[in-house]
C-alpha cells in the first residue's frame, strides 16, 4: 500500500486544475490506494436536514450489458468511479447523520461501513462514507486524513463551483436571500478558546436579517442585524451594514463608530429603511464581552444551565438609518464572562414565531430549548440545529428568524 503521505500529496496535485464533478472520483481512487473499497463525499444541506452525495447531477448513464455477458471489472490503473448510493440521506436517524451531529466517526455493525466527519475549522460541511473490509485503527487515521483533506477540496471550490451550491441546497432560492449569504461568513467559527455559531432562517427566503463574526487579534467580532422589511430592499440594507461595520472595524473603529457608519450609511443611500443591532466584541484571553444595542431584543446571558436575569438588559439605543450621526452614539456596555458562558442572541423572528394555536414561542422557551440542548452534551452548531428543526416543526415564522450563540471557553 502507497505510502499515506505520497497518496494524500498526489490527490491535492490533482485537483488544482478540476471541477467539483472531478473531486468524487479522485477522492475515491486515493481511498482505493489506502486500502479502502471506497470512499465517497456527502454534504450537508442549507438548513442541515439532510446529507447529499457530491455526485454530478446527470451521471453518465453505463452500457447496456447482456443477460449472459460478464461484466467488465476496471483495471487498477484506471481512476475509479464514486461508490455508494446516490440518494441523499436524512441527518436525523441515520448513521450517517450521527457522525455529523457528533462530529465523530461511527461504524457499522458488521465493521465494513465507516462515517467520517467533515470538519472546516469548527463548521460542519458534512461526512464521507468510507468501505473496507474491516477497519484498524491505522485505517481509520487514515479515513480521518483523507476526510480532512477532501473538506478542504470541497471549500475550495464552494465559492465558484455551481455543483457544490447545487448539492447542498434543496430548493430555489429569493433574490434578496441570495444577496444576504453572498455576504455573511460561515455558520461557525471558533478557537480552542471561543466558538460562535450561527443560524439564519428561512434559509431560502430571508430577506432582512444578517450575522457576521470574525477572529482577529484576540478578539471575536460578532454583529446581529435586523433590516425594516422582508424583500430586496431590507436585503440590500443588511449587506450594506455588514460592509460598513467590516470597513469600519477593519480601519479600527470602535464599536459606536461602527454603529455610527451604519447609521449614516443607511440614511444616505437606502433611507426607508430602518435596522436594528446588536454589535459586539469579546475578549478572548480575559472573558470581557462587549456590546451596543440599537433597538434590538437584549442578548441572554446562560451560565451554568441557567439565565442569569437582566444581567445583559440595557436601555436600548435608537435603530439605525435615522440619521441621527455622531450626536446620538450608542452606549458600550460591559459584563465579564466566567468560563463555560453562553451568550445568546437572537431577532424577533424567532420569539415572534407562533404554533397552530396563535401561542409565541417566547423568550423564554428559546432559552429551555438551548439549554436543554446543551445539558444533553450538544456542541454549540449541533444546539441551534436542533432549535431550528424544533421551530419548524411545531411553529410557523412571520419574519426573519436568526439566533447566534456564543461560548467562552478557554482553553
Same mark, same amino acid.
Given at each position: 500500500?502507497?505510502?499515506?503521505?505520497?497518496?494524500?500529496?498526489?490527490?491535492?496535485?490533482?485537483?488544482?486544475?478540476?471541477?467539483?464533478?472531478?473531486?468524487?472520483?479522485?477522492?475515491?481512487?486515493?481511498?482505493?490506494?489506502?486500502?479502502?473499497?471506497?470512499?465517497?463525499?456527502?454534504?450537508?444541506?442549507?438548513?442541515?436536514?439532510?446529507?447529499?452525495?457530491?455526485?454530478?447531477?446527470?451521471?453518465?448513464?453505463?452500457?447496456?450489458?447482456?443477460?449472459?455477458?460478464?461484466?467488465?471489472?476496471?483495471?487498477?490503473?484506471?481512476?475509479?468511479?464514486?461508490?455508494?448510493?446516490?440518494?441523499?440521506?436524512?441527518?436525523?436517524?441515520?448513521?450517517?447523520?450521527?457522525?455529523?451531529?457528533?462530529?465523530?466517526?461511527?461504524?457499522?455493525?458488521?465493521?465494513?461501513?465507516?462515517?467520517?466527519?467533515?470538519?472546516?475549522?469548527?463548521?460542519?460541511?458534512?461526512?464521507?462514507?468510507?468501505?473496507?473490509?474491516?477497519?484498524?485503527?491505522?485505517?481509520?487515521?487514515?479515513?480521518?486524513?483523507?476526510?480532512?483533506?477532501?473538506?478542504?477540496?470541497?471549500?475550495?471550490?464552494?465559492?465558484?463551483?455551481?455543483?457544490?451550491?447545487?448539492?447542498?441546497?434543496?430548493?430555489?432560492?429569493?433574490?434578496?436571500?441570495?444577496?444576504?449569504?453572498?455576504?455573511?461568513?460561515?455558520?461557525?467559527?471558533?478557537?480552542?478558546?471561543?466558538?460562535?455559531?450561527?443560524?439564519?432562517?428561512?434559509?431560502?427566503?430571508?430577506?432582512?436579517?444578517?450575522?457576521?463574526? +470574525?477572529? /482577529?487579534?484576540?478578539?471575536?467580532?460578532?454583529? =446581529?442585524? @435586523?433590516?425594516?422589511?422582508?424583500?430586496? *430592499? #431590507? !436585503?440590500? $440594507?443588511?449587506?450594506?451594514?455588514?460592509?460598513?461595520?467590516?470597513?469600519?472595524?477593519?480601519?479600527?473603529?470602535?464599536?459606536?463608530?461602527?454603529?455610527?457608519?451604519?447609521?449614516?450609511?443607511?440614511?444616505?443611500?437606502?433611507?426607508?429603511?430602518?435596522?436594528?443591532?446588536?454589535?459586539?466584541?469579546?475578549?478572548?484571553?480575559?472573558?470581557?464581552?462587549?456590546?451596543?444595542?440599537?433597538?434590538?431584543?437584549?442578548?441572554?446571558?446562560?451560565?451554568?444551565?441557567?439565565?442569569?436575569?437582566?444581567?445583559?438588559?440595557?436601555?436600548?439605543?435608537?435603530?439605525?438609518?435615522?440619521?441621527?450621526?455622531?450626536?446620538?452614539?450608542?452606549?458600550?456596555?460591559?459584563?465579564?464572562?466566567?468560563?463555560?458562558?453562553?451568550?445568546?442572541?437572537?431577532?424577533?423572528?424567532?420569539?415572534?414565531?407562533?404554533? +397552530?394555536? /396563535?401561542?409565541?414561542?417566547?423568550?423564554?422557551? =428559546?432559552? @429551555?430549548?438551548?439549554?436543554?440542548?446543551? *445539558? #444533553? !452534551?450538544? $456542541?454549540?452548531?449541533?444546539?441551534?440545529?436542533?432549535?431550528?428543526?424544533?421551530?419548524?416543526?411545531?411553529?410557523?415564522?412571520?419574519?426573519?428568524?436568526?439566533?447566534?450563540?456564543?461560548?467562552?471557553?478557554?482553553?
Amino acid at each position: 500500500m502507497p505510502n499515506e503521505d505520497a497518496v494524500l500529496s498526489a490527490l491535492l496535485s490533482s485537483s488544482n486544475r478540476v471541477t467539483a464533478a472531478d473531486i468524487p472520483a479522485l477522492i475515491d481512487e486515493a481511498g482505493r490506494k489506502l486500502g479502502l473499497s471506497g470512499a465517497q463525499v456527502y454534504l450537508a444541506d442549507l438548513q442541515q436536514a439532510r446529507l447529499t452525495p457530491l455526485v454530478h447531477p446527470a451521471p453518465e448513464t453505463p452500457s447496456p450489458i447482456e443477460p449472459n455477458e460478464p461484466k467488465e471489472t476496471s483495471k487498477p490503473t484506471e481512476p475509479s468511479k464514486p461508490m455508494g448510493p446516490s440518494e441523499p440521506i436524512q441527518i436525523e436517524g441515520s448513521m450517517a447523520g450521527l457522525a455529523y451531529r457528533t462530529q465523530r466517526t461511527q461504524r457499522s455493525r458488521d465493521d465494513c461501513t465507516a462515517w467520517v466527519p467533515m470538519i472546516d475549522g469548527v463548521e460542519r460541511v458534512g461526512v464521507l462514507r468510507v468501505t473496507a473490509p474491516c477497519f484498524e485503527d491505522a485505517l481509520l487515521e487514515s479515513c480521518a486524513a483523507l476526510s480532512g483533506l477532501a473538506t478542504l477540496l470541497v471549500m475550495a471550490k464552494a465559492s465558484h463551483d455551481e455543483l457544490v451550491v447545487d448539492r447542498t441546497r434543496s430548493r430555489t432560492m429569493t433574490t434578496q436571500a441570495e444577496l444576504l449569504w453572498a455576504f455573511v461568513p460561515p455558520r461557525t467559527i471558533g478557537t480552542d478558546d471561543v466558538t460562535s455559531t450561527a443560524i439564519l432562517e428561512p434559509a431560502y427566503e430571508a430577506g432582512g436579517d444578517a450575522f457576521d463574526h +470574525s477572529l /482577529g487579534d484576540g478578539v471575536l467580532h460578532l454583529a =446581529l442585524l @435586523d433590516a425594516m422589511g422582508h424583500d430586496l *430592499a #431590507s !436585503g440590500g $440594507a443588511s449587506a450594506v451594514a455588514l460592509g460598513a461595520s467590516r470597513a469600519t472595524r477593519r480601519a479600527g473603529g470602535t464599536l459606536a463608530d461602527i454603529a455610527t457608519t451604519i447609521d449614516t450609511t443607511l440614511s444616505e443611500w437606502i433611507p426607508d429603511r430602518l435596522l436594528t443591532a446588536v454589535i459586539a466584541r469579546l475578549d478572548i484571553a480575559t472573558g470581557q464581552f462587549t456590546w451596543i444595542n440599537c433597538g434590538h431584543p437584549p442578548p441572554l446571558l446562560i451560565r451554568e444551565g441557567h439565565v442569569v436575569p437582566q444581567a445583559m438588559e440595557f436601555p436600548a439605543h435608537l435603530p439605525l438609518g435615522l440619521g441621527l450621526g455622531q450626536a446620538a452614539a450608542p452606549d458600550e456596555h460591559h459584563i465579564r464572562l466566567q468560563p463555560g458562558d453562553r451568550v445568546l442572541l437572537y431577532s424577533d423572528g424567532v420569539t415572534e414565531a407562533r404554533t +397552530s394555536d /396563535g401561542s409565541l414561542f417566547g423568550e423564554q422557551r =428559546l432559552a @429551555d430549548s438551548v439549554i436543554l440542548s446543551m *445539558a #444533553s !452534551g450538544n $456542541a454549540p452548531p449541533e444546539t441551534l440545529r436542533r432549535l431550528v428543526r424544533n421551530l419548524h416543526e411545531h411553529h410557523r415564522l412571520h419574519d426573519d428568524a436568526t439566533i447566534m450563540l456564543v461560548r467562552w471557553h478557554p482553553h
